[in-house]
């Protein structure tokens, strides 16, 4: 309840979820105080997620990766894709330099298959 208490019920409920129901205050004052604690904690945990994932695949969002990904997608199965999306190294690169990988998927495909391999993920489809 200390998390509500600081920031005032509704302004913390309403930044922690900016899409939520509009729910009255007044029913708030209705419930127990340990269902209110677990309500804004909920929500904020919620909030730490979605900003977590947000960070972690703000690659996806931009044109040069989706690209990317339709050039990925014929070439990989889901396991060898999802071994690669694991990987830190390898989200960076696609953050930072996706037309490297587009590059490399026509001029060397080879080099997908050890990458891959390194990961312990499989390839399939033409190359």
């Not at 930044?15 to 939520?20: G, I, L, R, V, Y």
């Not at 990317?68 to 960076?92: K, M, S, W, Y």
Request: aromatic content about 8%; proline content about 4%.
């Amino acid at each position: 309840m200390a998390i509500a208490q600081a920031h005032g019920d509704a302004q913390f409920f309403s930044a922690c979820d900016k899409n939520a129901t509009k729910l009255h205050m007044r029913h708030f004052g209705l419930l127990p105080v340990d269902v209110l604690d677990l309500i804004f904690d909920h929500a904020a945990a919620l909030k730490l997620q979605g900003a977590f994932r947000e960070h972690q695949y703000r690659h996806c969002r931009r044109d040069a990766w989706r690209s990317l990904r339709r050039a990925l997608a014929p070439q990989l199965e889901p396991a060898a894709f999802d071994a690669l999306q694991r990987n830190a190294d390898v989200r960076r690169e696609w953050r930072t330099e996706p037309c490297s990988w587009s590059y490399m998927l026509q001029a060397e495909p080879r080099l997908l298959d050890e990458i891959v391999g390194e990961l312990g993920g499989r390839r399939h489809g033409g190359g």
